[in-house]
Nanobody
């Protein structure tokens, strides 16, 4: 079992930046791919970015490519999401997600069903 806790959300003006953090605890000795999803009011949860256990492979949604950067520090059991050039349409609750992977190079897919463990979410609001 893995527990995830997000932090770093808040209110920012369009064009600004935020850095989200996700702390993992529990059975973190195994390999996990991780990702970030977001959900805006009245919309389905959507994939933002995923990262392999090794950190060497990533996958970004087209809507955030070039603006968001995911990274991880396995020694600290942390995953980060650096968000730059934020837009009002980035406003959502952001969720950290994870699941076990057999290979250190596996990146999770874009479906929420591929991730077994979820955090409670952190609100990001971008004002225009």
């Amino acid at each position: 079992q893995v527990q995830l806790e997000e932090s770093g959300g808040g209110l920012v003006q369009a064009g600004g930046s935020l850095r989200l953090s996700c702390a993992a605890s529990g059975r973190t000795s195994s390999s996990y791919f991780m990702g970030w999803f977001r959900q805006a009011p009245g919309k389905e949860r959507e994939f933002v970015v995923g990262i392999s256990w090794s950190g060497g492979r990533t996958r970004y949604a087209d809507s955030v490519k070039g603006r968001f950067t995911i990274s991880r520090d396995n020694a600290k059991n942390m995953v980060y999401l650096q968000m730059n050039s934020l837009k009002p349409e980035d406003t959502a609750v952001y969720y950290c997600a994870a699941d076990r992977s057999l290979l250190s190079t596996t990146v999770g897919g874009s479906s929420p069903h591929e991730y077994r463990y979820w955090g409670q979410g952190t609100q990001v609001t971008v004002s225009s």
